[in-house]
């Protein structure tokens, strides 16, 4: 979208079996889109209840940009098995890997090699924005990493409805294209879209996408949860090697193991021993010190 267009007045709304290059093509045009019936209600009824009792436990933060009546919760992968199903979402992962997995190229030597990076969980977070709350500044989640704009992604991000969510009641602003303009053009709440949604369902966003919680003038809580996903060499937002005891992450699917960071970044980012982290899950880290180097010309 160009400076000189106005905001779209809603977001695309796919079901969760819509082709993946279709919402892709959103995502590319709009910077977003919204889900239907993301999670099942199995899965809904799960989350909720292994987060609202952190949420009612969590203090209210102290800063405006994080809402002073809003609550937040973070290393959600220890705190529900339910996780693994939101992070491995067909339009959400599947996308994530279109938009954000683009090969590039590097010379060893006289020879030109071909790299894709890794994507990595970087950021996740429940989030319970009570009555009171004014509206969030709007910012590019991407900023973290102090990324450049216009350009390629380097983060996909969502936000699930865990309630529903209302332009009352603080429904996620959003400016859609906004991920193509440059670094000078500041935003503004009269460009933006309310991100109305039953819950269940979830904003997909690129990191570049100006946006911002919306404010809740109702009488009950907005509840939510959002995950990032991020090239696989750039630093996580939030230390999952931390946030995620080892015994926990042990239980997960392979899949979702390489997702949370344990994974060897092409071409040789976070490596034990110069080995796959992934091989430290099942083995010490004296066992990876004599076991064979694979042939990585960078190790």
Known sequence: MSSTQTAKLELTHVRPDADLEHVVAILERDGGVIVEDFVDAETLAGLRADLEPGLEAAAYSESGYDGQKTKRLSSLFQRSKHMSTVVTQRLYLGSARRLLQQPTHMWIGKVRMEVTPSIQVSFTQAIRIDPGQGRQPLHRDDAMHLWRHPGPPCRLQLMLALTDFTSANGATLLIPGSQHWDDERAPAYSETISAVMPAGSALLWQGGVYHGGGANTTDASRYSLSVALDLGNLRQEENQYLAVPREIVQTLPDEVQRLLGWERCPPGLGQVE??????????????????????????
Request: net charge negative; aromatic share 0%.
């Open 274 to 299: 110069t080995q796959d982290p992934m091989l430290l899950l099942e083995q010490s880290q004296q066992e990876l010190a004599t076991r064979p180097r694979g042939a990585n010309p960078l190790t």
